[in-house]
């Protein structure tokens, strides 16, 4: 919950000061509490709300968690 709502707010300062696009890391997946799915799921939570902007780039170290988030966004109809 508190990623997602931490992804929120990213989103939504990025779009009040008119940005196109925005870089997230993969929050609390690291040496966080967080799997890579369940950060899958609080993006695909914060996406799935109003988003103006063109371009969510998540950024991550491993291209596996990368396809990983994509799939999971994908198969969900969002798209980052």
């Known amino acids: 919950v508190l990623v997602r709502d931490i992804l929120r707010r990213c989103l939504h300062m990025a779009e009040d000061v008119s940005a ?6 993969a929050l609390a997946t690291g ?5 890579i799915l369940e950060f899958a799921e609080a993006l ?10 063109s ?9 596996e968690a990368s ?12 798209h980052a």
Do not use: D, F, W
């Open 20 to 25: 196109k696009s925005i870089a997230i890391p």
């Open 31 to 35: 040496h966080g509490p967080l799997t």
């Open 44 to 53: 695909a939570e914060a996406l799935t709300e109003a988003c103006a902007l």
């Open 55 to 63: 371009e969510v780039r998540v950024v991550m170290r491993q291209e």
């Open 67 to 78: 396809a990983c988030v994509r799939n999971y966004l994908a198969a969900r109809g969002v």
